[in-house]
Each structure stands twice: as C-alpha cells, then as structure tokens.
C-alpha cells in the first residue's frame, strides 16, 4: 500500500506548480503581446520572456512528475530550483527593470519563501517520503546460497 503524502510534500508540490504556471503566463503573455513589446523597446527581448518561461514551464514540469515517482533527488531540486528562479527575478529587477517602491516586501518576500519551502524539504516526513527503502526494491541475498 503505498504511503500517504505528507502536507509538506503537498507544499513543495504547490510550490512547483506555481512556478510552472507561472512560466506559461509569461510565455504566453510575451507571445500575445509580442508586437508590443517590440514596438515599445522593452528592455527584455519577447524571444528571452518567452523562452524562460517556457523553460520554467517544462522545468517545473518535469520537477513534479518526479515528486509524484517519488525520486530522491526532487527534494533539493525544488530548494535548488527556487534559488534559481529568484536569481533570475533579483537580476532581472535590478539590472532591467525601473526601480519601484516595494523594495523592501520583495526582499522579505524571497527570503521568507526560501526559509519556508528550506525548513519544508528538510522536515522528518518529506525526507522519508523521498527515502528509499532498500528492503523492497533489492531482494536479500544470503552469503550462504549458491
């Protein structure tokens, strides 16, 4: 019988999936407003919004369909990949975006969800739903049997 996935799996699942949606509302949204984009000289090309959400999209993608089959590596690769989607968030607001007033609740934002989606990968049952248990996926050799 398998066993029932933890609230903080559920979490980090949710985080995934944000980010995926996320990363198709950006690609469609460059394509849809491609021409506007263009016109107006946006500081980021439509091909670079649209390619990284689309990466997003499929990255995140591929990220839950291994939380779903359970694959030890998922874990740090949610941590992993939400650093990286805020680095590209904190280079693109920085060097290409014109400064705004929320500052500081974007920056207490981002390191509030790296603590939260940190303290729920590192939490007792979300490591052992990403365990795998030896016993039942090597059969027992015995050093006796021929």
Known sequence: MPRKRPFGVTLLMWTVLSLSVWGAARCLAALRSWDVLREFASSLSPLYLAATGAGWCVAGGAL???????????????????????????????FFETPRMNLPFALTGSVAVVIIVWILAILPGVKSFFAKSEAHEQPVEEPNSA
């Open 64 to 94: 839950l369909f291994n939380i779903l089959r359970r694959r030890t590596w998922a874990r740090p690769a949610v941590v992993a990949s939400l650093l990286v989607w805020l680095l590209e968030y904190w280079v693109e607001r920085i």
